[in-house]
């Protein structure tokens, strides 16, 4: 069993420091223990932890941990008030409500970060149920279904397609900013197209076909600097500098 020498917190077999008060704490360095490679007792060392020593996973989970503290703080102070206030939950649903969106965000970053596609997935189940509690919470019904939900749903879609595209871009460079302004091109026409659905019960698109031209013919400009750049040329030479 690994314990914290300082606190004796019961900690995993793994964790190499005690998350409650920063002491290291491997399995070489508890009492009684028998190191790996030299077979002898080894002497425990009394020594903090460094946050820069840490894995990339453990720095993720102390972050997470911290922010899960910051949270369910606010929860609980937000609540207490509004009950003293009003003596009801009224106001402070809505703060409930974007904590847990926040909570789940926090966690799906902290630990599935590598997993784009479940990260994306889950965000946007996240991000719709939320809308669906403000829109529970407003005066204002089927907004987050008929308004919300599908603008997400096409935020979500092409920032996937977006980060797909610059992950198997063997070269990064000004290729990414006109990725990015593509995409943003067709976020425009995304929204344009929605609004007008939920507003007139009609498509009818104006200023997102004029962004998206512009939009096309910088990005067209910028992919044939980079595709060209890509053969050898330099900048100075394109330019005639």
Not at 3 to 20: A, F, Q, S
Not at 35 to 41: F, L, N, P, R
Not at 206 to 228: G, R, Y
Request: glycine share 6%; hydrophobic share 50%.
């Amino acid at each position: 069993m690994n314990i914290c020498k300082n606190c004796g917190v019961e900690l995993d077999v793994e964790m190499n420091y005690c998350p409650l008060c920063g002491q290291k704490s491997t399995i070489s360095e508890i009492p009684g223990r028998i190191e790996k490679h030299s077979g002898k007792y080894a002497d425990p060392v009394e020594e903090s932890y460094n946050f820069h020593e840490l894995t990339e996973l453990q720095r993720r989970k102390v972050l997470w941990e911290l922010i899960m503290i910051i949270l369910f703080t606010g929860f609980v102070t937000t609540v207490v008030i509004d009950l003293i206030v009003n003596s009801q939950i009224s106001w402070s649903k809505y703060t409930l409500a974007i904590g847990f969106f926040l909570i789940i965000n926090a966690s799906l970053i902290a630990f599935m970060q590598r997993r784009i596609f479940l990260l994306m997935i889950f965000s946007f189940l996240s991000t719709s149920l939320l809308l669906l509690l403000l829109d529970w919470f407003s005066e204002d019904p089927y907004w987050g279904m008929h308004l919300g939900v599908p603008l997400i749903g096409c935020l979500y879609v092409i920032l996937f397609a977006l980060i797909k595209i610059i992950q198997n871009s063997k070269r990064k460079g000004i290729n990414i900013i006109a990725y990015s302004l593509i995409a943003a091109g067709i976020m425009g026409l995304c929204t344009e197209g929605i609004l007008s659905l939920y507003l007139q019960n009609k498509l009818a698109l104006q200023w997102s076909l004029i962004l998206a031209v512009s939009i096309t013919a910088v990005s067209t400009i910028l992919l044939f600097i980079h595709f060209h750049l890509q053969k050898g040329t330099s900048l100075k030479k394109f330019f005639h500098i």
